[in-house]
């Protein structure tokens, strides 16, 4: 989230930082760094260098020197407003959210009416998940500053996490009248309406993540049309390509036979650990892709571009399971290497890629899991593949748990195992959309503000038959759907164990 870095106002700097400041707003930021290094050479504690260092490292998210710098030039002048909002911005850019917000709130105490400090304070509350508090700081920021789109944008933010979302999307849309090129405003307000079910608008709006930054290797790597739905497929080659996770691919490969059906010849790119999955789907040539040069295509077209080139609408929805299956010669050997564990089986996945944006709200720490680990007369089967450090130590405690995470080569193997099983019980992780497009039940804990796809306030999923949404009351509240978590499993060991023995 981008955070505007103010500069100071406090006494008048000497020649040579003048110099210095003048570099940097031309732009030419290795000269101006060169510039106050040279001031501070001469006297090390002098303020407006310290500052403008400190910004420049932030601009360059250098954070730790630029915590450094800030830090010291708050102890030359304790009370300078600006170097302590930029000292909080710097903290934030370290992760330090809490002690950002203590700067944004001496910061305040020195000058209350300082829209841009209100507005780097609403960041860090929304980052420490205190949503309403980022809201009133935005609003406060924007009644000192109403026409800034950055905050009108933080506001949409927090008032969408508030659930407010058609004040959200008001926020949006006026930040949006503002700045008509803000990429992040559209692709947010995209979210929104898939969150809410609105999608066709969502998936339409959906397509400016492809504009923003960090897709600009993406956008130029195909020479070829980028496949929309409008162009004719028929006798012509659409390659189908990822642009971000397994789990995105594995939900939207269901579009690929559609595709197929109308005559197109379908390519569907995968990473090395899906394409034993993907190899037996119908219609489909499927190619192990490092992302360098694609394989030879007349048109081409990301997975999470699919929905939008159907025209997918909620009623619309190609929902038919299992549309993936284990390859028989898997299934059959962990069918005989799981064959002695007893009924009911769960699978289990309680933690994702650590490197998720999202992952401190959609992991959850495995000794949270204690009570339903303890539960009698259920096999517990791990299908974590990566352990995080305490939840090694943890295993260490759990005799009982019959880990094959480490056991599984790639997604083919998850696979077969999952079809060994009688339920899985995910997080919002690639396992989850495994077991769910192979129509087996999964039970899928989420957050309390989920990711677009499972939507809001509903126990079931358009997208999974078979899926059964577990969803937290208040963030971060991992305890009360554990508890009822523990509780279903209680009535579901019970129910399996009445029900006739099933052939795995």
């Keep these: 989230m981008a955070r505007t870095i103010s500069k100071t106002g406090d006494m008048p700097p000497r020649e040579a930082v003048l110099r210095g400041v003048a570099l940097q707003e031309a732009g030419r930021l290795d000269e101006a760094e060169r510039a106050f290094l040279a001031v501070l050479r001469d006297e090390p504690r002098d303020f ?98 109403p026409d800034n789109p950055e905050t009108l944008y933080g506001l949409g933010n927090a008032l969408r996490e508030l659930r407010r979302h058609d004040e959200a999307r008001a926020a949006y849309e006026r930040a949006l009248a503002l700045a008509p090129a803000r990429t992040d405003v559209r692709f947010n307000l995209a979210l929104l309406d898939l969150l809410t079910g609105r999608l066709a608008e969502g998936f339409a709006g959906y397509d400016h993540r492809l504009d923003k930054p960090e897709f600009a290797e993406l956008r130029g ?60 789907l119908a219609g489909v040539e499927t190619v192990v892709w490092d992302r360098t040069a694609p394989p030879a295509h007349d048109l081409h077209c990301p997975y999470l571009g699919l929905p939008r080139a159907f025209g997918t609408t909620l009623e619309t929805i190609p929902a038919t399971v299992p549309y993936l299956a284990a390859p028989a010669d898997r299934r059959a050997a962990w069918a005989a290497r799981l064959a002695a564990l007893p009924r009911p089986r769960v699978g289990l996945v309680w933690a994702g890629n650590p490197g998720f944006a999202n992952d401190r709200h959609r992991s959850i720490p495995l000794a949270a899991l204690a009570p339903v680990l303890r539960l009698p007369g259920l096999t517990v089967v791990s299908l974590q593949k990566e352990l995080r450090a305490d939840d090694a130590a943890m295993l260490e405690r759990l005799p009982r748990l019959v880990q094959v995470g480490g056991a599984l080569t790639d997604f083919a193997d998850t696979a077969a195992v999952i079809e060994t099983l009688d ?76 029900a006739p023995a099933r052939d795995v």
């Excluded at 944004?104 to 304070?121: E, F, Q």
């Excluded at 397994?246 to 379908?266: E, F, N, S």
């Excluded at 957050?447 to 997208?463: V, Y």
């Design 48 to 145: 407006y260098a310290l500052h403008q260092l400190g910004v420049i490292c932030c601009a360059r998210r250098r954070y730790a020197d630029a915590v450094l710098l800030l830090a010291t030039a708050v102890e030359a002048r304790p009370n300078s407003a600006d170097a302590l909002c930029n000292l909080g911005l710097a903290l934030h850019g370290m992760q330090r959210h809490g002690e950002a917000l203590a700067s944004y709130d001496a910061a305040l105490a020195v000058a209350p009416d300082h829209p841009l400090t209100h507005h780097n304070r609403g960041n860090a509350l929304f980052d420490l998940d205190r949503h309403a508090e980022a809201a009133a700081a935005h609003a406060r920021a924007l009644a000192l500053d």
């Design 423 to 498: 339920l899985v019980v995910s997080v919002d992780t690639a396992v989850a959309h495994l077991a769910g497009a192979l129509g087996r039940p999964v039970w899928i804990l989420l957050p309390r503000s989920p990711d677009w796809r499972w939507m809001l306030d509903r126990d079931d999923s358009p997208w999974y038959p078979t899926a059964r949404l577990l969803r937290q009351p208040a963030t971060g509240d991992w305890a009360s759907v554990v508890a009822r978590l523990a509780e279903d499993l209680t009535t579901f060991r019970d129910d399996v164990a009445a």
């Design 221 to 280: 790597r195909f020479p070829t049309p980028a496949w929309r739905g409008e162009a004719p497929v028929a006798g012509r080659t659409v390659l189908l390509h990822p642009e971000q996770g397994i789990g995105d691919i594995i939900q939207m490969v269901r579009y690929a036979p559609l595709l197929a059906a109308r005559g197109a010849r379908v390519i569907a790119a995968v990473t090395a650990p899906l394409a034993p999955l993907l190899a037996g």
